[in-house]
């Protein structure tokens, strides 16, 4: 997150495509919802960033073009191009923030730990879906930041459980070797505490193998892993480095089967430059790949018949174009919820807040949406901003992506205590005290 000939061709090819592919800028309007996009469309993590950005888009497009917006009230939205660097993204925010933003996607945790202070600050939410600081979760301490569906600590315990079902219960990791092999940065280092608290309650042996950035040198990341001999391999990683630690894996016979990225390691980038050696590798996700759904047939035909898409229409469908079109999802329901307040009008930042605070996704309102079956259901409140949704584990035939498991839920009597006593660390640092829920609602 040395590449052979074959990866540094690809990476050339959707490097040089990111910027003919990206959309022309939208002006924000007065009484419309803008939004900046921090993306990433050139740079080491161009594969990962382009679906996501490209996801996004055409969501908000579909959105505008065939309901003319949220309520009617259209969405607008500008590109500031990050290259997944703290710095730049930040840049981005502070040149971006003053047009009224809605909300803010960091995509980075890096960024997100820096936008963090700046929330009730500046009165942007931060939406960091998936990823960013898991201590977060404790609305309590954090009203102005969320990270639904789930965070990095249920998805970790979501993993380790099912590991432990493919082993014939959880008390048979007792002895087993898992690995992380991580991104050396906040985010990669996000999983690590919950690993270890479950490694010292299941008794499995857990190695901890970072992975300096970008990735693109691992030889001795493997030796070490041949050497271990482990039952299985968790990875969080970004960009490049998936992409080589798959080959890896693959070169040393690792089981490919027992190989489990999680929901940043298990792309269409991830595995096609290993070609057939990346058959059986699973990830962690908590939405389903593929365009077998309504909403991705109302995109081709608002968006890409009408020849806006920000991409090509070949490229819908994969895990993180998914991604980008969930997380878009995400923010257009909470905008809608928020709009209860506003009289059907753009909201103003506490409004925002209060949207993002009271969103309750139901089955009805995803089949409505035409995301049946594409995600879960998501109630988000006062003191719960992770939601604590299930995930799945998809896998890779060598030519698309396939759903294995049945919604596995976290393990929420580990994971919650854990985010309660580090939100009152964190928010220490910040200065933030407690408020009262019970008073909200």
Not at 244 to 273: L, R, T
Not at 393 to 400: A, F, L, T, V
């Amino acid at each position: 997150m040395t590449l052979r000939a074959c990866s540094i061709a690809l990476l050339a090819v959707l490097v040089a495509a990111g910027p003919a592919l990206a959309p022309a800028p939208v002006v924000a309007q007065g009484k419309d919802v803008f939004i900046p996009l921090l993306v990433y469309r050139t740079g080491p993590f161009a594969p990962s960033g382009i679906p996501i950005a490209n996801g996004f888009v055409d969501y908000f497009t579909l959105l505008n073009e065939r309901d003319g917006g949220v309520n009617g009230v259209k969405i607008t939205w500008e590109e500031c191009e990050t290259q997944y660097d703290t710095k730049q993204g930040v840049e981005c925010y502070e040149r971006l923030k003053g047009r009224g933003a809605a909300l803010v996607n960091p995509y980075s945790t890096g960024i997100t730990y820096q936008l963090i202070p700046k929330a009730p600050v500046d009165k942007v939410p931060v939406f960091s879906m998936g990823y960013g600081m898991s201590a977060s979760s404790d609305g309590r301490w954090f009203p102005w930041v969320f990270n639904f569906p789930t965070n990095y600590w249920s998805q970790a315990s979501a993993v380790i459980r099912y590991i432990g079902t493919q082993e014939g219960g959880l008390e048979k990791l007792k002895g087993k070797k898992i690995v992380h092999v991580f991104h050396n940065s906040p985010y990669g280092k996000e999983a690590n505490p919950t690993l270890e608290e479950l490694s010292r309650k299941y008794q499995f042996e857990l190695t901890l193998l970072p992975v300096d950035t970008p990735g693109q040198e691992q030889k001795s990341t493997w030796l070490q892993v041949r050497k271990l001999n482990p039952d299985w391999i968790f990875m969080s990683g970004w960009g490049v480095m998936n992409q080589v630690a798959v080959k890896e894996a693959a070169a040393i016979g690792f089981k490919m089967d027992h190989f489990i990225g999680n929901w940043w390691s298990s792309s269409d980038a991830d595995v096609v430059p290993a070609g057939d050696g990346a058959k059986g590798y699973k990830g962690a996700t908590f939405h389903a790949p593929g365009t077998n759904f309504k909403v991705h047939s109302e995109i081709v035909k608002h968006v890409y018949d009408k020849g806006k898409g920000a991409g090509k229409k070949e490229e819908m469908g994969s895990p993180l174009y998914n991604r980008g079109v969930v997380n878009a999802m995400f923010s257009a329901e909470a905008i809608r919820t928020a709009m209860k307040g506003a009289k059907g009008q753009a909201p103003t930042p506490e409004q925002m807040r209060w949207g993002f605070e009271n969103l309750n996704l139901t089955e009805k309102r995803l089949e409505e949406i035409g995301m049946k079956g594409f995600t879960h259901p998501i109630k988000v409140t006062c003191e719960d901003h992770e939601g604590s949704g299930p995930v799945l584990i998809e896998q890779w035939d060598g030519k698309k992506w396939n759903i294995v498991s049945d919604w596995i839920q976290p393990m929420k009597d580990v994971v919650r205590p854990k985010i309660e006593t580090a939100a009152v660390d964190e928010a220490k640092k910040l200065g933030y005290s407690q408020r009262d829920c019970g008073k909200e609602k």
